[in-house]
């Protein structure tokens, strides 16, 4: 069993910028892809980032693309995710998840954080 906690969530001005780093129990972190979701008030979950394994491959949500960045240490068995020029639609619980493939879909992770606030003022 995994377990994962986010942290790094917060409220910072448009333009502004937050790192998430999210920490798993356990041994088997090395061998989990892990990804970022979010999910703002009223809207569906929605993916953000993925990375591979080693942290060789990177995936990307067309809508943080170029302002975002994830990042893992295996050594630390932790993922973050570098959050750049954040603007208010960034506004959301953002989520951890990780399971056996890199992936956008939700259903392709088993174990799942319990979130992080992050809300971006105008």
């Known amino acids: 069993q995994v377990q994962l906690v986010e942290s790094g969530g917060g409220v910072v001005q448009a333009g502004g910028s937050l790192r998430l780093s999210c920490a798993a129990s356990?041994?088997?972190?090395?061998?989990?892809?892990m990804g970022w979701f979010r999910q703002a008030p009223g809207k569906e979950r929605e993916f953000v980032a993925a990375i591979s394994q080693s942290g060789g491959g990177t995936t990307y949500a067309d809508s943080v693309k170029g302002r975002f960045t994830i990042s893992r240490d295996n050594a630390k068995n932790t993922v973050y995710l570098q959050m750049n020029s954040l603007k208010p639609e960034d506004t959301a619980v953002y989520y951890c998840a990780g399971g056996p493939f890199r992936s956008a879909q939700g259903r392709g992770y088993d174990y799942w954080g319990q979130g992080t606030q992050v809300t971006v003022s105008s």
């Open positions: 356990g041994r088997t972190f090395s061998r989990l892809a």
